[in-house]
């Protein structure tokens, strides 16, 4: 027999122990075509998922994608799990970080870390603006017939990055 025609036994494993793995991580990343079996919700870590979300700053709206998949999951571990995975999303590293590389927030942020948060991310969304600055400017040179003085209003590019 030839090698093309056998078939590779341990790659189907892997194929089939990622797909399980990706069912029993959690609905987090795609919702599934129909509802997992109670057997497969009831192994699910809603706490972990949650905090998962959180971690990531998914909305609360995320919930609902996760009872279409799951209707009895226990709601309560997966809200103190993202609550829990906020406290880690909701720091102003993370709000730079965030700012700088342009991806969108969504509201997600308790009251009081929010107002560090939200600095920290508009000054991250600053590095990505270019600032048109005006100034006035005064000049000396040389022009047709000889030395010139003259003043003007002068333009470019803030870079304060550099």
């Given amino acids: 027999m030839t090698t093309a025609n056998r078939?590779?036994?341990?790659?189907l494993g892997l194929a089939a122990a990622c797909l399980g793995g990706a069912l029993?991580?959690?609905c987090a990343s795609l919702?599934?075509?129909?509802?997992?079996?109670?057997?497969?919700?009831?192994?699910?870590d809603w706490r972990g998922v949650g905090h998962d979300d959180?971690?990531?700053?998914?909305?609360?709206?995320?919930?609902?994608?996760?009872v279409a998949a799951c209707p009895?999951?226990?709601?309560?571990?997966?809200?103190?799990?993202?609550?829990q995975g906020l406290m880690s999303?909701?720091?102003?590293?993370?709000g730079y970080r965030l700012?700088?590389?342009?991806?969108?927030?969504?509201?997600?942020?308790?009251?009081?870390?929010?107002?560090?948060?939200?600095?920290?991310?508009?000054?991250?969304?600053?590095?990505?603006?270019?600032?048109v600055?005006?100034?006035?400017?005064?000049?000396y040179g040389w022009g047709g017939r000889g030395p010139r003085m003259g003043w003007g209003v002068g333009w470019g590019w803030r870079s304060d990055w550099w």
């Fill in 31 to 44: 919702p599934p075509a129909r509802p997992l079996s109670q057997a497969q919700c009831a192994a699910i």
């Fill in 72 to 83: 009895g999951l226990p709601q309560e571990a997966w809200a103190q799990g993202r609550a």
């Fill in 24 to 26: 029993l991580a959690g």
């Fill in 54 to 66: 959180g971690a990531a700053g998914a909305p609360s709206t995320e919930l609902a994608r996760h």
């Fill in 7 to 11: 078939a590779n036994p341990r790659g």
């Fill in 89 to 94: 999303y909701c720091t102003a590293e993370n």
């Fill in 133 to 139: 600055v005006y100034a006035p400017s005064f000049g």
């Fill in 99 to 131: 700012g700088r590389s342009g991806r969108e927030y969504f509201g997600v942020c308790p009251a009081g870390p929010a107002e560090v948060f939200l600095r920290e991310y508009e000054r991250g969304l600053d590095f990505r603006r270019p600032t």
